[in-house]
Structure formats: structure tokens, C-alpha cells
């Protein structure tokens, strides 16, 4: 009795303590609440004072005027607040990482504006249009706008080892690594893996440079010692239901967190369904098929937005033709059979950045690199590059005739880079799951590194776009592109 309730005041302490100090997630979520207020707010006053005069804003039901001025205005802007709520675009386990947050606020908000239009509808109240067509699908993309503003303070923060969990890891050893080399390539995961709790009589010292602090049986006194808030289970036969069981309890008594790391990785989110059946919480994966519906949104989006970014790049790739001219000899394009889907060939279109026998002395500098046997055909400080090729190539200008690819289906906006018959020849089976999709003129690895990753990387990189297509994620991924082509950094070359 007097041990339980030692432990019982103990769990108590430390709970104070964390509240006090580490409890982020609701104090984010209470400034994305602040944030939310704010931008609706604005939002629907400018739409006042922009669109609505010189008449007045009125509602009307029936013959006699109901409501006036600006209170229509104040209950949308209220709803449009619960709505968010309603939706969980505030959740602590969603905020601050991944697409889930943004579709949550984009799902929202178009339900409030489909719940506006039917009470409208059918109360038959006359309300000015523009308030369905222009404030509220600004406000959304405005939310959005703010959602990733605020994300990228919590990145800035999160550099500096704040606003982050401390989590410990317990696992057996080889499970225990892949957790932890998983958290620590990830920019942005929200977790510091301060310790590794792990069994067997050999265990080492460290598992991928963090420390081993303790074994399975005092899995809990590590974890206050370390002054964790988060436990990580990644998988280990000694893990019983029951054992399970009762450390969750322990870690529910320090409102802390417990997270499950399932074996199968490199999942996103929307795939993954909890359905609990007979006591046991199985989760359902799904498959993402790019087939039908969601096939032709892809295929439309990249058909307008080729063309759009053509026209407006026009200017561009004018002076970038006369540049390639007046710098070196040769023809200003350059065309290159490359494996697109389901492994057929077809002519990649690009400026020309090298001199003209680049192709020839390719196979001798991948062989004096020692890079000749990796299917990423990579040069470093490539001597074939020539002054203005530099300098395209650093920014992705040499990239623009691809929109002509893209008009002609044999690309994508986005999807894996297309890569040479020789580089598709040493692929392994894993590595062919790329050629399932069109490839893209952007992709995740570009925007994750470019040529800084090395091949594994990168094909991990590409497999979980192929394994998680989203419109979203293309859209998140072409936000991405453009602001590494306007601050290309020491990645490019």
C-alpha cells in the first residue's frame, strides 16, 4: 500500500512539473486558435468594406428585411470558428506535422460553406452571393496560408531542441535502431529520442548515437529519470498484452504520451483505419490507386498548370535560349530517352547545361567517382557543366522545357525523376515500385535534399510518394519546388 501510494505521489510531481513545462501542444493549438480568429476576422472585414459597399449588406427572409450590417458577417465568422473545432484542425497529435492538418481545415470549412448555401436554400433567405463565391474560399486559402506560416515557426523552434517531445524508445535492439534513425532523418517530427530502453544481456551502449538507459523491467524509472514525456513502443516479443497493458496505465498516470511504431513504415497517415474488433485495435492499411477519378484530377491539374507556368515562363526560357548560344557551341535543347511509366521510353526535354560530348565522358567519371554500380548516375563537381549551365542548373531553369513532357502526358508536375535505361537496369525489385507512376519534373527527394541525398535516400523518398499519392501532397510538394528554385541553397548543383 505505502509503495503504491509513493509511486502515486511521485507520478503526481512529475505531472505538475510537465504540465507546467512542456505541455506545447495545447499552448500551439491555443495560438492556432488565436490565429484562426484573427485571419477569419480580417478576412470577412475586407470583404466588407471591399465588396459589399455602396449597398448595404442585408439578409433578407421573406418580404422584411431579418438582419443587417454586419452581423450576418459575425455569425459566419462564429460558425466558421466552431467548425474548425468541430474538425479537429486543432488536435494535438495533428497540428505540426503532415497534410492532415491542412485538409481538416479545408474539409471544414467547405462543410460550413455547404451547410450556409442549403440553410439558405431552403429557409429561403437571400444572401449576397459573393459570400459564398469569394470570402469564404479566400478565408480558406488564407487559413492555410497562416497554418503553414505558423508550422514554420514551430520548425524554427523545434531546431533549437524546443517546443519537441523527449521520448524514450523501447524496443528490442534491431527494431529500437530503425525508430530512431527514422526520427532523426526526419526534419521537423517533433520528437528528441533522449533514450533507448532495450533487452537482452548484450545490449550496447548506444543505439544509433543515443544512449541505452535501462531494460524492459524499469522501463518507467528510466523514464522519469530522463524526464521523458513521450514512450515509444517499436516492437518486441517480451512485450506482452498484459505488460503492455500496465505500462500504459503508468504512462496515462503522468499524462504522458504512449506511441505505437508499427513495423510496416513509410505510411501516411490518411492510409492508415483503427477499427477495434474483439477487443484488439486492428488497423487497416489501404492501397492508394491512381487510377479513375483521381487519375484524371492529376492528369487536368498538369495539363492547366504546364501550360499556365509556360506562359508565364516564356520571357525565361527566351533569354535562357540566347544565353546557351552566346556561352558555348551547340544546340540550345537537349533531348535524352529516359524510363517513364511502366517502363516505356520516351525524349526528355531539357536546356542544354554541358558541353556538347557530355554524354560520352559520363561512363569514365562515374567510374573514376566509383559511382558506376548505383542507379543515381550523380557527378561531382562535374567538369562537362559549362557557365551559364551552372547557373541554370542551380536554379532549375535547365528543367522548364519538361512542361512540354508534361503537355504531352509523358510526365507529371510531380512524381519520381525520370531516370536513364542504364540506371533502370540495376534497379531492384523494390526500386521498379518508381516506374508505377508517371515521373515528374519535381518529386520529394527534390525538395528533401536534392543532390545531397545519396541513392537510398532518395529511392525511399520516391517510394513514399508512389506508396501515399495525394493531391494534397502535390500541392504541398509544388509550394515546396518553387521556393527551392527561388532560395536554391548548397543542395543545388
Do not use: C
Not at 530512431?180 to 528528441?192: A, L, M, P, W
Not at 528510466?222 to 498484459?242: H, K, Q, S
Amino acid at each position: 500500500m505505502r509503495k503504491t501510494e509513493a509511486r502515486a505521489r511521485v507520478a503526481a510531481r512529475v505531472v505538475r512539473a510537465r504540465r507546467s513545462s512542456r505541455d506545447w501542444p495545447r499552448m500551439y493549438g491555443r495560438s492556432l486558435v488565436v490565429s484562426d480568429v484573427l485571419v477569419i476576422m480580417v478576412t470577412l472585414a475586407v470583404y466588407r468594406a471591399v465588396v459589399v459597399p455602396p449597398e448595404p449588406l442585408t439578409l433578407t427572409w421573406g418580404n422584411s428585411p431579418l438582419v443587417s450590417s454586419w452581423l450576418p458577417l459575425a455569425v459566419v465568422g462564429g460558425l466558421w470558428v466552431i467548425a474548425l473545432t468541430m474538425f479537429e484542425s486543432r488536435e494535438r497529435h495533428v497540428v505540426g506535422n503532415g497534410g492532415l492538418e491542412y485538409r481538416r481545415v479545408v474539409n471544414g470549412s467547405i462543410t460550413l460553406l455547404a451547410v450556409l448555401i442549403a440553410i439558405a436554400f431552403f429557409f429561403r433567405i437571400e444572401v449576397q452571393r459573393s459570400l459564398f463565391l469569394a470570402a469564404i474560399p479566400i478565408g480558406i486559402m488564407v487559413l492555410v496560408l497562416s497554418r503553414w506560416a505558423m508550422r514554420q515557426w514551430l520548425r524554427r523552434q523545434q531546431r533549437d531542441a524546443k517546443f519537441v517531445h523527449r521520448a524514450v524508445v523501447m524496443a528490442e535492439a534491431g527494431n529500437a535502431e530503425h525508430v530512431v534513425d527514422s526520427i532523426k532523418r526526419t526534419h521537423g517530427s517533433g520528437f528528441d529520442v533522449v533514450g533507448v530502453v532495450t533487452s537482452g544481456k548484450r545490449s550496447p551502449d548506444t543505439i544509433g548515437g543515443v544512449p541505452v538507459i535501462g531494460g524492459f523491467a524499469n522501463v518507467i524509472e528510466v523514464f522519469d529519470l530522463v524526464d521523458a514525456d513521450t514512450l515509444i513502443i517499436g516492437g518486441a516479443d517480451e512485450i506482452d498484452p498484459r505488460t503492455m497493458r500496465r505500462i500504459g496505465w503508468e504512462i496515462a498516470d503522468r499524462d504522458a504520451n504512449l506511441v505505437v511504431a508499427p513495423a510496416l513504415t513509410d505510411v501516411a497517415g490518411p492510409r492508415i483505419h483503427a477499427t477495434p474488433a474483439a477487443g484488439l485495435p486492428f488497423i487497416h492499411i489501404e492501397f492508394p490507386q491512381l487510377e479513375g477519378g483521381k487519375r484524371f484530377v492529376k492528369r487536368t491539374f498538369d495539363l492547366i498548370g504546364s501550360a499556365l507556368i509556360l506562359l508565364v515562363a516564356s520571357p525565361i526560357m527566351l533569354a535562357t535560349a540566347i544565353a546557351i548560344r552566346l556561352d558555348s557551341s551547340g544546340p540550345v535543347f537537349y533531348r535524352q530517352v529516359r524510363i517513364g511509366r511502366e517502363g516505356r521510353e520516351f525524349g526528355m526535354l531539357k536546356f542544354r547545361s554541358m558541353s556538347q560530348d557530355a554524354d560520352d565522358q559520363l561512363a569514365s567519371l562515374l567510374d573514376l567517382q566509383g559511382k558506376s554500380d548505383q542507379p543515381l548516375f550523380k557527378v561531382i563537381d562535374d567538369p562537362r557543366i559549362t557557365r551559364v549551365g551552372r547557373f541554370i542548373r542551380k536554379h532549375s531553369i535547365d528543367e522548364v522545357p519538361q512542361l512540354v513532357n508534361v503537355l504531352l502526358g509523358h510526365m507529371s508536375l510531380v512524381g519520381p525523376r525520370p531516370q536513364r535505361a542504364d540506371e533502370v537496369a540495376l534497379y531492384d525489385e523494390a526500386a521498379h515500385r518508381r516506374l508505377l507512376v508517371k515521373p515528374g519534373m519535381s518529386g520529394l527527394w527534390q525538395v528533401s535534399g536534392r543532390s545531397m541525398l545519396d541513392w537510398e535516400d532518395s529511392l525511399r523518398l520516391d517510394l513514399y510518394y508512389v506508396e501515399n499519392w495525394s493531391f494534397v501532397q502535390d500541392l504541398h510538394i509544388l509550394l515546396r519546388t518553387f521556393r527551392a528554385v527561388l532560395a536554391p541553397g548548397a543542395s543545388a548543383h
